[in-house]
């Protein structure tokens, strides 16, 4: 039974409904009333729009309810904000089940499968805006589902009007506003976010804290942040328009006393967008001059290079506004829009200007090719947050030009030494190059912990979704796949993969790429598609300057990957590609040895890896030489040398244990257990390495299983130290029951101990 009460009525109907459900509960639950003793039906009390009590009386009843609720009584409690009740002690008891705005919110993809159920088939870039301006809200989407005409109406104030949210949001949301409450976020609708001041300062309205508190207390629509209220985007956009309907000679003026407020309370970057609104380029120009660089170097890129683009052309030639907005455009990833602007610099300028345009020559020199006009490099004295980015976009240069031990500790000491303070943009820069330099430098655990510190600084500050955390989320997905973790690394990996690949910095496009088709591979339902789009896309950048180390780390795997898919030709394309980056490292050679291997010309392949095991061929990356003697190993087996192939293994185990890095290993597939199983017991301190391993190989092709489910459930805990009595604790059976078990075991792989077991079993692929 189900009884439906709004707390927006007579709070009399609220309360009666309220004791008819309980006292119908209390019926039910001992057999009065017509019902039966002991019948499970329940009472469902629906209370909506809970917003609504604002009578202490009646919500003092409510809330006594709550809290001596009969066992056959479910209350439900909706509205758009919490309900002003006492439910801490529901709370603490588990008796309480919240559900708010952001479990509510569509993804993404439960979006386009409402918009394809009323026919709409939005493009990606369009259902971007599309999420963007809804929020995930579910009215939003359905109005936008069910009454859009076009990509033109999905978003903004076409949309509110083409598909009757604005009368919805006047019904359902502004009725329940006070005239003075709506007047108030009409006029501060000009803004992304307001604070009381900066309301106080827009609308003159001297109460307006009070307002904004209690308008925040009554909808969902409207939030507050560490940096002001918010108004969801419809919202805003509704309000938006009601002011230019009932105001518009005021426009101008609002946004003249926002700029004003917030350029005196140091919002430089938002105040340049108010008086770009309220027409005043010079206003607008003057605070790029004095404050850009400052907003740039805080991650303000993307706006700032809508600001500059705004300008008067005269504003834009200068070297102080245009050096500003070439940084911005290259922090943006758009590297054309950088070398349009640095081709119309004038000439000449003063320390400040040349300082900022060699960091510009620095950042430019990330994206390969030649710029058109290369500014000289930059005093390294600089102090502050120029100084900072300077030495930071040095050391990126360097790492990403094939120096990355250079590179790290260069960077290591510009994080440590807290000389500069830099804003939390560029530190966020900092440490996840850092974390890519450890990677490249055979550290995966310090390439972690600074992947972590990069991604919750940005997390801190709003930045999940940019592409320094991208690039932090790519460096923490290589340690995870380095380790053998394929479905965390998959899980970082994927998201970054499209910020990454719209900046045209080729080498962190093609680092993310490469990096998500070898960890979707082998868990890929058509892995040739994989190897495929990992093939097209190194031919499209085939002759692009990307960083050797990048290279060198990922080509192996790709060539193991297209071979794997029968495509010997793909590998042969890529090998012959890497010759003018990696001739005469040892990583060629191990490419080279790899297709040599897939073709059955041992001789051939042994002949090339002999100057990489003979150190008279250098690596580019630690990870090569582990690539190398696992070759080895697997050459001195197939040769039937059994001893070589265990000393080569151990010596590749000495190189890949320390690293806590299995997966040159595991690359190796299947063919390495049956050397790695032989040699279990004469590993020394890898022992416990080479189990992990283990655990992860695939089993050898053919391998079957003669023993039942139960009994390999039992067999997976042989190979630890735990007792008879402790594995049948574990399996909540008998100790007579797992020894049944063991003798079935060991008959059907014909052994007699518990270690031969572990062995037959590894060697067969069962563990």
Wanted: with cysteine; charged share 20%.
């Amino acid at each position: 039974m189900v009884l439906w009460a709004s707390a927006g009525d007579d709070g009399d109907d609220l309360l009666a409904t309220a004791r008819a459900a309980l006292d119908d509960a209390r019926a039910r639950s001992t057999g009065g009333g017509g019902v039966r003793a002991g019948a499970r039906s329940q009472v469902v009390l629906v209370v909506d729009q809970v917003e609504g009590l604002r009578d202490p009386t009646v919500s003092q009843e409510v809330s006594t309810l709550l809290r001596s609720l009969p066992a056959g009584l479910r209350v439900v409690l909706s509205g758009r904000v919490r309900p002003p009740l006492h439910l801490a002690r529901l709370r603490l008891e588990g008796h309480l089940r919240e559900i708010d705005d952001t479990e509510l919110r569509f993804t993404r993809a439960e979006a386009r499968a409402l918009l394809s159920a009323h026919r709409a088939q939005p493009t990606e870039a369009e259902l971007d805006r599309l999420m963007e301006w809804t929020r995930g809200w579910a009215a939003g989407l359905v109005f936008t589902a069910a009454r859009s005409t076009g990509p033109a109406h999905l978003t903004g104030a076409r949309a509110l009007r083409a598909t009757g949210l604005d009368h919805y949001l006047d019904e359902e949301v502004l009725a329940y506003w006070s005239a003075r409450e709506r007047r108030l976020l009409e006029l501060t609708s000009i803004c992304e976010v307001v604070t009381a001041e900066l309301a106080t300062a827009v609308t003159g309205m001297a109460d307006a804290a009070a307002l904004l508190h209690r308008i925040r207390a009554a909808d969902a629509l409207v939030v507050e942040t560490e940096d002001g209220y918010r108004l969801h985007p419809i919202l805003r956009d509704h309000l938006h328009n009601a002011l230019s309907a009932t105001s518009p000679g005021n426009i101008a003026d609002l946004h003249r006393a926002a700029a004003a407020h917030l350029l005196d309370h140091g919002a430089a970057l938002r105040a340049a967008e108010h008086a770009l609104h309220a027409r005043e380029t010079a206003l607008a120009t003057g605070i790029v001059t004095e404050e850009g660089l400052r907003e740039v170097l805080q991650g303000g890129g993307h706006r700032m290079l809508t600001v500059t683009s705004a300008l008067p052309e005269a504003a834009r030639r200068t070297r102080s506004v245009g050096a500003t907005a070439a940084l911005a455009a290259l922090d943006d990833g758009d590297v054309v829009a950088a070398d349009r602007i640095l081709a119309t610099l004038s000439p000449g300028g003063d320390s400040g200007s040349d300082a900022l345009l060699g960091l510009v020559s620095l950042y430019r020199s990330r994206f390969g090719g030649e710029p058109d006009r290369v500014w000289p490099l930059p005093d390294d004295q600089q102090t502050g947050a120029l100084g900072f980015a300077i030495r930071l976009h040095s050391a990126v240069a360097e790492l990403w030009a094939g120096r990355p031990e250079s590179a790290r500790q260069r960077l290591d000491h510009l994080v440590e030494s807290g000389r500069d303070r830099p804003p939390p943009w560029l530190t966020v820069q900092a440490h996840a190059h850092l974390g890519a330099a450890a990677l490249l430098t055979g550290s995966p655990t310090d390439a972690a912990a600074h992947a972590e510190r990069a991604t919750s600084l940005a997390a801190a500050h709003g930045w999940t979704s940019r592409w320094p955390a991208a690039l932090a989320a790519v460096v923490a997905g290589a340690v995870a796949f380095l380790r053998g973790n394929t479905d965390r690394a998959a899980a970082l990996i994927a998201p970054a993969v499209p910020v990454l690949v719209r900046r045209a910095e080729t080498t962190l496009s093609c680092t993310a790429h490469w990096l998500d088709a070898l960890v979707r591979f082998d868990s890929a339902a058509q892995p040739r598609a994989v190897a495929e789009r990992a093939h097209r896309w190194w031919a499209r950048h085939r002759g692009t300057p990307i960083s050797r180390p990048v290279v060198a780390m990922a080509a192996p795997g790709l060539v193991r990957i297209m071979l794997q898919v029968g495509e010997p030709g793909w590998a042969a394309d890529l090998v012959r590609d890497t010759e003018p980056i990696l001739t005469g490292w040892a990583e060629h050679s191990v490419l080279r040895a790899l297709v040599q291997l897939h073709h059955g010309r041992v001789a051939r392949a042994r002949g090339l890896l002999v100057a990489v095991l003979e150190q008279t061929s250098h690596p580019v990356v630690p990870t090569t030489l582990v690539d190398a003697w696992v070759l080895e190993a697997l050459l001195a087996d197939r040769a039937g040398d059994r001893a070589r192939a265990h000393t080569a293994l151990l010596v590749a185990l000495r190189h890949a244990a320390p690293m806590a890095a299995p997966r040159p290993i595991l690359a190796a597939g299947p063919a390495v257990r049956g050397v790695l199983v032989r040699g279990l017991g004469r590993f020394g301190e890898h022992e416990a390495f080479v189990e992990g391993v283990l655990t992860r190989l695939a089993p050898l092709p053919g391998a079957g299983s003669p023993l039942t489910g139960r009994e390999l459930q039992l067999l997976a805990r042989l190979p630890s130290m735990a007792t008879i009595a402790e594995i049948a604790e574990a399996e909540f059976v008998s100790t007579n029951t797992v020894k049944t078990h063991l003798r079935g075991i060991y008959r059907k792989l014909a052994v007699r101990h518990r270690r031969d077991a572990v062995l037959v079993a590894r060697r067969l692929g069962l563990l």
